[in-house]
């Protein structure tokens, strides 16, 4: 069969070479998950997050202490979205260009930018996940870090919040947006210097691999927060350390997923995790509150900020797959799959022979969530 979809693999090879290049930085950080990728979508995988009972002292007797109940928590994982990029030409728009000798280039230009598309779209997926599962946030809204010569403590900000939360020391991950990572190449001498540095990758290449101990990435994907309406609320009730579900009362407008807030009397900025359009519980980040909250206390809304992430690999769960079809296949002449070697996303490829026309699809399912929240911090600027 002439014009068949296997002809134009060099074509789709070609694209994939530009789009591996992209500014991609959560999709190689996180978690994949097999059993996630193969739910419907809009289908839930729950993950179950277990929890040891409290240390008890140990009593010599006949029987054991009757104890040890807890209960489970979970945290759920959807395949949100299906999105295909579409290609189509019809006979008398590639007899066009033909004879100049360009279809090939076009066509390969058209792939790429489809490709381009979905990673991206994946990417800002991810990155608003981490903003609104994450715990506690460093670092001060609209002030773009590493900003001082010299300074490196917001490395050490964001990495005190996950030591205290108990996070793993190994396979941490920053994810930085561009003005951060234009403070790490232009004014954080110790990285580019190479006596100091030991090494001339940021030098050369405009990245470097760990800094006290976070890989560093850079995401396109990371884009302004702008924080919600709220204003005037304050605790019902007292709250102790611990408690991550907040009832406020008096206060009006909303409160988004993703604002910074404070309480009065504690300098921690907390993450809100579950918003509020009135009076309700507010939802933050675990651990929750890392001091007492008392009846009454004040509650402040930051400003608007960019969210950078650092987090343990396994906090945040990516589930991407090719778009589910009927049993039998559906009207597609052709299919292939297709992996970046950088990302690890793996697009399906269609080919739909119409009349007089050829439509092409580049395609892919996806859903992504924080399962771990005391595993993820945002350093804000």
């Not at 189509?88 to 390969?108: D, P």
């Not at 404070?262 to 651990?287: Q, W």
């Not at 395609?363 to 911090?377: D, T």
């Amino acid at each position: 069969m002439a014009n068949t979809l296997t002809g134009i693999i060099p074509t789709l090879y070609a694209a994939l070479n530009t789009v591996s290049r992209e500014m991609v930085g959560f999709i190689p950080a996180v978690r994949r998950d097999s059993n996630a990728e193969r739910a419907a979508v809009g289908q839930t995988v729950r993950v179950p997050l277990g929890e040891a009972g409290e240390l008890e002292d140990i009593t010599p007797g006949a029987q054991p202490a009757n104890s040890g109940d807890t209960t489970v928590d979970h945290t759920d994982v959807t395949i949100t979205k299906s999105k295909a990029a579409p290609v189509r030409w019809n006979g008398e728009e590639q007899r066009a260009v033909g004879s100049t000798g360009v279809y090939n280039q076009i066509l390969a230009d058209q792939f790429t930018d489809a490709m381009r598309k979905l990673v991206n779209a994946v990417e800002v997926d991810l990155s608003l996940a981490a903003m609104a599962g994450a715990s506690r946030a460093h670092g001060t809204a609209g002030t773009a870090p590493f900003g001082t010569a010299g300074d490196l403590s917001d490395f050490a900000g964001v990495a005190q919040i996950l030591d205290v939360n108990g996070a793993p020391i190994v396979d941490r991950q920053l994810v930085l947006g561009s003005m951060a990572m234009a403070n790490l190449r232009g004014k954080q001498s110790v990285l580019f210097k190479v006596n100091e540095a030991g090494t001339n990758d940021m030098l050369r290449n405009g990245m470097t691999d760990r800094v006290q101990n976070f890989a560093l990435r850079y995401s396109g994907g990371i884009n302004l927060h702008t924080k919600g309406t709220g204003a005037g609320y304050v605790a019902d009730g007292a709250h102790a350390a611990g408690v991550s579900g907040i009832v406020l009362k008096t206060g009006t407008g909303t409160v988004l997923a993703g604002d910074i807030v404070t309480f009065n009397g504690d300098t921690n900025k907390y993450v809100v995790n579950t918003g509020i359009t009135g009076p309700a519980t507010l939802g933050i980040g675990k651990p929750g509150l890392l001091a007492a909250l008392a009846d009454g206390g004040a509650m402040t809304i930051g400003a608007n900020y960019t969210p950078n992430a650092a987090f343990a690999r396994g906090a945040i769960v990516l589930a991407a797959r090719a778009p589910a079809v009927p049993e039998g296949g559906d009207s597609a002449d052709d299919a292939m799959t297709i992996t970046d070697p950088v990302t690890g996303m793996t697009f399906e490829v269609r080919v739909y022979r119409q009349y007089r026309q050829v439509k092409y699809e580049v395609c892919l399912a996806w859903g992504c969530a924080v399962v771990k929240p005391e595993h993820v911090a945002l350093l804000i600027g």
